[in-house]
């Protein structure tokens, strides 16, 4: 089991804790990012407040909802309603950019390295930022994806065009990508019946692409992901490896924390550095090849 030591806070380790950071991405030739849910946080990407609220008013009003991830677990009466909730939360998260340009600026610090993006979330934000798809590998899904709810097949269908049909079917204008309600409209709860997806094979509803049971589909493209994210580790072991550890917490931490902290253990040449705003720490057994840093992640690459 591994024990763990927090990072000290002050604005002198912090500065110090920089120009440390500065140097080890400017020797390292390979790069292994590992990004959660802290990095979409920092680009803008809130569930709660005032965005919550721009969006979804008048579920919040019926429902009492207190945030958007909650929001997509209720159970609502009809598809029509389900789906109107949803196509606003697909919407916003996954098809307009982030509010910060957060991604871009972790683009800009990468992208003449050899680097792998290994990520739990579902925004599709790296691939927007400029990232090479075929150095991203989305363990838990996409947004952009839909699958049968059975499942009967392996097999993931883009929501794009279907998603802003129902948007637009409850009254919103979409402009350059973004979200508009004409003035003194009323958005509507619900879309049409015919607008609610099917699974071509089967004819069951449709469900998200995202895993939060045994009925994830780890498609064609999902499995290609894996394959090229085992080979890039195979490929530079024995090299200097940075992993880049970005807003990941304790909700799936054996996907990427865990996996990291062990590869950096076992590895000679493989650091550690780990970016977050509240849990930015590494194992004692690993101290010495760590660098951690308590912050908001995108200050911290506008430092670099």
């Not at 929001?71 to 196509?87: D, I, M, Q, R, V």
Request: glycine share 6%.
């Amino acid at each position: 089991m591994y024990s763990k030591t927090a990072t000290m806070k002050s604005t002198n380790i912090y500065y110090d804790t920089i120009e440390k950071i500065k140097k080890e991405l400017k020797s390292a030739d390979t790069i292994v990012i590992g990004a959660g849910a802290g990095l979409s946080t920092s680009a803008g990407f809130l569930y709660t407040g005032e965005r919550f609220n721009q969006y979804f008013h008048d579920f919040i009003e019926k429902y009492r909802l207190k945030d958007m991830y909650s929001g997509g677990f209720y159970p609502y009466n009809t598809l029509e309603e389900h789906w109107a909730y949803w196509s606003r939360y697909i919407y916003i998260n996954r098809y307009m950019n982030a509010p910060k340009p957060v991604y871009q600026k972790l683009y800009d610090l990468v992208k003449d390295k050899d680097y792998f993006v290994l990520t739990t979330n579902v925004d599709h934000c790296f691939q927007k930022a400029g990232f090479d798809k075929h150095r991203l590998f989305y363990t838990q899904g996409d947004y952009g994806l839909f699958q049968c709810s059975e499942p009967c097949h392996q097999v993931t269908y883009d929501n794009e065009s279907i998603i802003q049909n129902m948007i637009e079917a409850q009254g919103y204008i979409i402009t350059d990508n973004i979200l508009m309600l004409p003035k003194n409209r009323t958005p509507k709860m619900t879309i049409p019946s015919e607008l609610v997806p099917h699974c071509p094979k089967c004819g069951k509803p449709m469900s998200m692409n995202l895993r939060a049971d045994n009925t994830f589909v780890q498609d064609r493209g999902w499995n290609f992901a894996a394959e090229q994210y085992t080979n890039f580790l195979s490929k530079h072991q024995n090299r200097k490896v940075i992993f880049l550890e970005l807003g990941v917490g304790f909700n799936t931490p054996s996907i990427i924390k865990y996996s990291f902290w062990n590869m950096v253990h076992e590895w000679n040449d493989a650091a550690y550095i780990c970016l977050n705003y509240k849990e930015a720490f590494a194992p004692d057994e690993i101290q010495k090849k760590s660098i951690c840093i308590h912050a908001d992640i995108g200050e911290i690459l506008y430092q670099l």
